[in-house]
Nanobody, 138 residues
Framework: QLQLVESGGGLVQPGGSLRLSCAAS????????VGWFRQAPGKGREGVSC????????WHTDSVKGRFTISRENGKNTAYLQMDSLKAEDTAVYYC???????????????????????????????WGQGTQVTVSS
């Protein structure tokens, strides 16, 4: 059974950077598409970024393009979200989630779902971490 644990959140000033990690155990993350979602107080869950298992192609929602980078290190069973030029509106609890994907087509479908998420996360993402708080404030 896959388990995910996020780390790396914290308090940062506007314009600063953080790197979130999503460490997996219990299964091989190589076979999963990994998505990052976030939820701000009083708002629904928003999809942020996604990386495929097949070719490490990445997707980002428009509000973070050019600022966030998603990556994975399969040998360490870990995925990352590098967040630069952070803004106050990036403040949220960040979650990593995984969905099993063995084909490129399914990977791309799952990642399209992530960036389309605005309110409720897609049910295809069965495994979730506990979340890590990111606060951007001066």
């Amino acid at each position: 059974q896959l388990q995910l644990v996020e780390s790396g959140g914290g308090l940062v000033q506007p314009g600063g950077s953080l790197r979130l990690s999503c460490a997996a155990s219990g299964d091989n993350l190589d076979y999963f598409t990994v998505g990052w979602f976030r939820q701000a107080p009083g708002k629904g869950r928003e999809g942020v970024s996604c990386i495929s298992s097949s070719d490490s192609s990445s997707w980002h929602t428009d509000s973070v393009k050019g600022r966030f980078t998603i990556s994975r290190e399969n040998g360490k069973n870990t995925a990352y979200l590098q967040m630069d030029s952070l803004k106050a509106e990036d403040t949220a609890v960040y979650y990593c989630a995984a969905a099993r994907a063995l084909t490129q087509e399914r990977n791309h479908l799952l990642c399209d779902m992530v960036v389309a998420t605005a309110g409720q996360a897609p049910g295809e993402y069965e495994w979730w971490g506990q979340g890590t708080q990111v606060t951007v404030s001066s």
